[in-house]
Protein backbone atom coordinates (compact mmCIF):
# COMPACT_ATOMS: atom_id res chain seq x y z
CA UNK A 1 0.00 0.00 0.00
CA UNK A 2 1.59 3.77 -0.73
CA UNK A 3 -0.06 7.04 0.56
CA UNK A 4 0.61 9.74 -1.57
CA UNK A 5 0.26 13.65 -0.97
CA UNK A 6 0.80 16.10 -3.68
CA UNK A 7 1.55 20.07 -2.49
CA UNK A 8 3.12 22.94 -4.33
CA UNK A 9 -0.52 23.99 -6.67
CA UNK A 10 -1.45 27.65 -6.93
CA UNK A 11 -2.02 30.31 -8.96
CA UNK A 12 0.71 31.90 -10.99
CA UNK A 13 1.08 33.98 -13.95
CA UNK A 14 1.69 33.11 -17.82
CA UNK A 15 5.61 32.30 -18.07
CA UNK A 16 5.87 31.77 -14.11
CA UNK A 17 7.11 28.29 -12.89
CA UNK A 18 6.01 26.20 -9.81
CA UNK A 19 7.42 22.94 -8.68
CA UNK A 20 4.96 20.25 -7.36
CA UNK A 21 6.20 17.64 -4.80
CA UNK A 22 4.34 14.38 -4.00
CA UNK A 23 5.23 12.78 -0.93
CA UNK A 24 4.74 8.92 -0.99
CA UNK A 25 4.59 6.89 2.19
CA UNK A 26 3.92 3.13 2.61
CA UNK A 27 6.66 0.43 1.69
CA UNK A 28 9.27 0.31 -1.03
CA UNK A 29 8.45 3.71 -2.73
CA UNK A 30 11.61 3.13 -4.94
CA UNK A 31 10.38 0.34 -6.47
CA UNK A 32 7.23 2.07 -7.96
CA UNK A 33 7.47 3.94 -11.40
CA UNK A 34 5.81 7.43 -10.53
CA UNK A 35 3.53 9.21 -13.04
CA UNK A 36 1.87 12.69 -12.92
CA UNK A 37 -1.34 13.29 -14.38
CA UNK A 38 -3.44 16.05 -14.80
CA UNK A 39 -7.28 17.10 -15.28
CA UNK A 40 -8.92 19.80 -16.27
CA UNK A 41 -12.57 20.85 -16.02
CA UNK A 42 -14.74 19.11 -18.39
CA UNK A 43 -11.80 17.11 -19.76
CA UNK A 44 -10.68 13.38 -19.33
CA UNK A 45 -7.71 12.69 -17.28
CA UNK A 46 -4.41 13.26 -19.11
CA UNK A 47 -1.01 12.21 -18.95
CA UNK A 48 1.68 14.72 -18.17
CA UNK A 49 4.99 13.10 -17.32
CA UNK A 50 6.43 9.60 -15.52
CA UNK A 51 9.51 8.10 -14.26
CA UNK A 52 10.63 4.90 -13.51
CA UNK A 53 11.29 3.58 -10.38
CA UNK A 54 15.13 4.07 -10.64
CA UNK A 55 14.58 7.66 -11.58
CA UNK A 56 16.66 6.47 -15.15
CA UNK A 57 14.21 6.75 -17.48
CA UNK A 58 11.40 9.46 -18.30
CA UNK A 59 8.91 10.21 -20.60
CA UNK A 60 6.73 13.51 -20.95
CA UNK A 61 3.67 14.37 -23.09
CA UNK A 62 4.50 16.33 -26.00
CA UNK A 63 2.30 19.63 -24.46
CA UNK A 64 4.79 19.84 -21.61
CA UNK A 65 8.08 18.48 -23.21
CA UNK A 66 11.01 21.18 -22.59
CA UNK A 67 9.18 22.97 -20.14
CA UNK A 68 8.48 19.95 -17.34
CA UNK A 69 10.80 18.02 -15.66
CA UNK A 70 10.48 15.30 -13.48
CA UNK A 71 12.65 13.79 -11.16
CA UNK A 72 12.95 11.89 -7.59
CA UNK A 73 14.71 11.48 -4.42
CA UNK A 74 13.58 7.58 -3.72
CA UNK A 75 15.57 8.70 -0.33
CA UNK A 76 13.15 11.32 0.78
CA UNK A 77 9.73 8.91 -0.90
CA UNK A 78 9.50 11.92 -3.18
CA UNK A 79 8.98 12.39 -6.44
CA UNK A 80 8.65 16.17 -8.14
CA UNK A 81 7.40 18.14 -10.80
CA UNK A 82 9.48 21.29 -12.26
CA UNK A 83 6.75 23.64 -14.64
CA UNK A 84 8.36 26.31 -16.07
CA UNK A 85 6.97 28.69 -18.75
CA UNK A 86 3.52 27.98 -17.90
CA UNK A 87 0.66 28.52 -19.45
CA UNK A 88 -2.84 29.02 -19.14
CA UNK A 89 -3.47 25.65 -20.92
CA UNK A 90 -1.87 24.36 -18.48
CA UNK A 91 -4.12 25.20 -15.36
CA UNK A 92 -5.73 21.50 -14.13
CA UNK A 93 -5.68 19.54 -11.11
CA UNK A 94 -2.85 17.76 -11.23
CA UNK A 95 -2.64 14.23 -9.76
CA UNK A 96 0.61 12.06 -8.99
CA UNK A 97 0.25 8.31 -8.88
CA UNK A 98 2.45 5.12 -8.31
CA UNK A 99 2.78 1.87 -10.40
CA UNK A 100 4.68 -1.28 -9.31
CA UNK A 101 5.03 -2.56 -12.80
CA UNK A 102 7.35 -0.08 -14.90
CA UNK A 103 6.08 3.25 -15.86
CA UNK A 104 3.03 3.88 -18.09
CA UNK A 105 1.68 6.90 -19.89
CA UNK A 106 -1.77 5.29 -19.10
CA UNK A 107 -3.88 6.07 -15.82
CA UNK A 108 -5.41 3.01 -16.05
CA UNK A 109 -2.48 0.79 -15.16
CA UNK A 110 -1.64 3.01 -12.00
CA UNK A 111 -2.43 1.61 -8.69
CA UNK A 112 -2.24 4.49 -6.17
CA UNK A 113 -3.25 8.02 -6.60
CA UNK A 114 -3.37 11.51 -4.27
CA UNK A 115 -5.81 13.81 -3.97
CA UNK A 116 -4.46 16.31 -6.33
CA UNK A 117 -3.01 19.56 -6.12
CA UNK A 118 -4.75 22.96 -8.29
CA UNK A 119 -2.56 24.76 -10.89
CA UNK A 120 -4.30 27.72 -11.55
CA UNK A 121 -2.00 29.68 -14.72
CA UNK A 122 -3.35 33.29 -15.17
CA UNK A 123 -2.96 34.55 -18.90
Known amino acids: QVQLVESGGGLVQAGGSLRLSCAAS????????MGWFRQAPGKEREFVTT????????RYADSVKGRFTISRDNAKNTVYLQMNSLKPEDTAAYYC????????????????WGQGTQVTVSS
Open 51 to 58: ISANGGTT
Open 97 to 112: AARALGFSVYPTNYNY
Open 26 to 33: GRSFSSYA
